[in-house]
């Protein structure tokens, strides 16, 4: 019966995770490349500030669905990378888990990415 009622919405469901996340992602980079909502502007050209770039080009392209799919790979690997390197340290102790080290978001970022690259922009957009 929940399925009868929901499966009718996955495309406007799926629309909605889209723009919203593409959107989200793109606010942490606005943070890192213009101080905004509290953010602090990195160095230019540092590995923050380069992952800036992407966080807030790529959320964009994902949110609009333009390029959705080389942006939403791009996005993943992003977040993998600050999952590993900045979350987690390549520490082999408690701080492995996300819960502890604070690396919740760039876990699900990397994972929400990597499906909508799989998955492709979808409806409603503005490209492929």
């Not at 990397?110 to 492709?120: E, H, N, T, V």
Request: glycine share 14%.
């Amino acid at each position: 019966m929940l399925a009868a009622l929901l499966a009718p919405q996955r495309d406007r469901a799926y629309l909605a995770l889209r723009v919203v996340s593409g959107a989200l992602f793109a606010v942490h980079g606005a943070q890192k490349m213009f101080g905004v909502l509290g953010g602090h502007v990195p160095e230019v050209g540092t590995q923050i500030w380069i992952g800036g770039v992407i966080e807030l080009v790529a959320g964009l392209a994902i949110a609009l669905g333009v390029g959705t799919r080389l942006a939403a790979f791009l996005a993943s690997g992003t977040m993998a990378v600050a999952y590993m390197q900045f979350h987690w340290e390549f520490r082999f102790d408690e701080n492995v888990f996300p819960v502890v080290n604070g690396g919740e978001l760039a876990v699900v970022y990397c994972f929400l990415f990597l499906y909508i690259a799989c998955r492709g922009s979808g409806k409603a957009s503005v490209g492929s």
